[in-house]
């Protein structure tokens, strides 16, 4: 995976960091001057959290959150909930399904995890994402 940025109306790749074959679907759920935070889960089920600092060529460090039962989720959205949460949906394509939970501030495997159940709707489409406003307050890590 690769981060780029927008510069002097081109783009600018900022470093990049392997080792994320095993990730099934990954989503943004915090970002601040120093780091980005991601959430992921892997094909084996594990739920994680990646956080990768801005700072050229850095290593991003993971933590575990949940070590099994994710793996069902092909796809991840996330937006921002209360002072230092996160709203999680998580989109099952071979049901067709969507399950919101509310995710406390991320803190490897003491991070509360709510599930708020099944969301009544149809998942049908290939993809789905999240309109992120310009100044977007993401603080779930």
Known sequence: ??????DNGGWRSTGGVGGLSTVKSMAL????????T???????????TVTWP??????????????????GFEQLIATNCGANG??????????KSGYLYAVGH???????????GKVPM??????????APKYDNLNGA
């Open 38 to 48: 991601f959430i992921a889960n892997t094909r084996a089920g594990t739920l994680v």
């Open 54 to 71: 801005t700072s050229y060529l850095s290593v991003p460090k993971s933590a575990v959150v949940r070590s099994s039962t994710w793996q």
């Open 122 to 131: 149809t998942f049908s489409d290939p993809q789905y994402f999240r309109w």
């Open 1 to 6: 995976m690769y981060r780029w940025v927008a």
């Open 86 to 95: 996160t709203l999680l949906l998580g989109i099952d394509r071979d049901t």
């Open 29 to 36: 759920i915090s970002r601040t001057a120093t780091y980005e």
């Open 106 to 116: 991320a803190a490897g495997g003491s991070t509360v995890i709510k599930s708020l």
